[in-house]
């Protein structure tokens, strides 16, 4: 069973820096995605960002690009998002999803393709 657990979250004053990660267990994620999603009460989920589990090819929101790095270590259990220059705009909490199988080259930020999901990390930046 496919379990996911995301860790990372905090508060940070605009401008600084936190990292999340995701740890999955019970799968080898050697064929799928995994995407950074994040939702702020009473919004609509949106993604963040999705990395390949072949090829490490990634996505990105537009507003993010240039401020966040999503990678894989080499055991493809563990996924980072590395948030750079946060903005009071990037709060909300932060979900760790899986799509066990991918075809296609790259990866997209549609929450449904995703059918396993960590808990979430709080992400709280401060003006």
């Known amino acids: 069973q496919l379990q996911l657990a995301e860790s990372g979250g905090g508060l940070v004053q605009s401008g600084g820096s936190l990292r999340l990660s995701c740890v999955a267990s019970?799968?080898?994620?050697?064929?799928?995605?995994i995407a950074w999603f994040r939702q702020v009460p009473g919004k609509e989920l949106e993604g963040v960002s999705c990395i390949s589990s072949r090829n490490g090819n990634s996505n990105y929101k537009d507003s993010v690009k240039g401020r966040f790095t999503i990678s894989r270590d080499a055991a493809k259990r563990t996924v980072s998002l590395e948030m750079n220059g946060l903005k009071p705009e990037d709060t909300a909490v932060y979900y760790c999803?899986?799509?066990?199988?991918?075809?296609?080259?790259?990866?997209?930020?549609?929450?449904?393709?995703?059918?396993?999901w960590g808990q979430g990390t709080q992400v709280t930046v401060s003006s």
């Open positions: 019970g799968f080898t994620l050697d064929r799928g995605a």
């Open positions: 999803a899986v799509r066990r199988l991918l075809s296609d080259p790259a990866c997209a930020l549609m929450s449904q393709r995703y059918t396993d």
